[in-house]
């Protein structure tokens, strides 16, 4: 998963979309960076491994001069985790520089990797995005509006993008709209950002969002609007954007995440009541406007049992079961008073693996609990995300391989209730119409065959990558 962040006409490019990457951190913590267009054409590029604010130094804003940008914060769903794919890609190109920032995932990018590394291409990295640029590059259109939309009729998947030719910044959502990408104005400048807390940040105000296939061109501020692409059959907005992803504090799809999430706990109280419970908490934090939810549902008193530690990425960064393991205990600690000799209620967005609530309920337990009851905010996963979240292989989901009972067991709860599908959908908003084929497993474009098994690292079968 990733954040993007894309300015035009602001005085200083640079530092409002630095301003704006570290209020999408949370999308993705690999990588960052930002590349700046000056007023004679010339871009400037600052990108690195790690966060927004160790990657991007003040002597690197100094050196970022110009009125337009993009910016990226890059979690890798597809191509590893190096340098050479973080993003923006940047290539020059016969129109001037090309400055691409991708959210989402390609679902033929393998196919058409191969293809064109056979026709003689150069990849740069192996992340899928670089097949855009490739692809753009080799349009014969005229323009670069035209070049841009015979490359993206060739892809196929999830893809918000910002892109930069020359001194013009193009915002393009995918035909089903996956990802969020929002449009905000500050002064005479415009602003596209995958969430609406990144334009709090820099202070712009919201204009709207982009809805599926839309495709705009702001030069100097101005924005125009284009051709939208080729309809899809059904909008498949990205339903784990509000149940998890996004931040409580953005609107995406047209709705207020805390409000999702409240609602989420709302019905998962109704659905799935722990009679005899004392308390209700979350899993900081990503499940806490939950918790409030099901408090508020239940009438069981909201308390605060579990303290995370903030100076630790989210567990999912490390590539190791071992190491995932060791960072649950210093990412949470169980507070003692709040847990000791009661019966609790333990409110999480999803379970994936598992290995997170297995290590909390143990620790729960050593806390004195009486009783643990695990409320799950999101029904069973049962599949891999091919649209950008990184979601492991079938074989790691803990829910694709046992049933509800087997896993209660192994994580050693009282009891276990997940909320369901229809729950979901219903708590969500029902103006939107979402993908959620990693529940329900309705793929809405089914993969490359390549790329289901492929995650992050292997080479490409055929190619020199
Ligand atoms: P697990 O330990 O594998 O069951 O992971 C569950 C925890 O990971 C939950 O607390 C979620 O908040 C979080 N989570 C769910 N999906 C993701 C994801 N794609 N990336 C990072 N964290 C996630």
Known sequence: MCGIIGV?????????????????????????????????GVPRTARGMGLVGDVVKESDLTHLTGTVAVGHTRYSTAGSSVLANAQPCLANYRAGPL?????????????????????????????DSEVIVHLIARSRASTAEGQIRDALSRVEGAYSLVITVGRTLYCVVDPRGFRPLVLGRLGQGVIAASETCALDLIGATV??????????????GMIRDLA?????????RCVFELVYF??????????????VRRELGRQLAQEHP???????????????????????ASGLKLEHGLIRNHYIGRTFINPTQALRVAKVRIKFNPVHEVISGRSVVVVDDSLVRGTTSKGLVQMIRAAGAREVHLRLASPPITGPCHYGIDTPNRSELIAANHTNEEIRQYLGVDSLGYLSLAGML????????????????HYPIVPDGELIDRRHDAPLAGSIA
Request: proline share 6%; charged share 20%.
């Open 8 to 40: 035009s006409n602001l005085p200083d490019a640079a530092r409002a979309t630095y301003l704006g990457l570290y209020a999408l951190q949370h999308r993705g913590q690999e990588s960052a960076g930002i590349v700046t267009i000056d007023d004679g």
């Open 228 to 236: 939208p692409l080729a309809k899809a059959p059904t909008a498949q």
């Open 246 to 259: 996004a931040r409580p504090d953005s609107r995406v799809f047209g709705e207020s995440v805390d409000r």
């Open 207 to 220: 204009l709207r969002e982009l809805g599926p296939g839309e495709f705009v061109e702001i030069t100097d």
């Open 426 to 441: 219903q708590a969500a908003g029902v103006r939107n119409s979402f993908c959620h084929a990693c529940f329900s497993g």
């Open 99 to 127: 400055a691409l920032a991708h959210n989402g995932n390609l679902t033929n990018a393998p196919i058409i990797k191969r293809e064109l590394v056979g026709q003689g291409a150069i990849f740069q990295s192996s992340s």
């Open 274 to 296: 722990a009679p005899g419970a004392e308390v209700v908490f979350s899993v900081p934090d990503s499940a806490n406007m939950m918790a409030l939810g099901y408090a508020d």
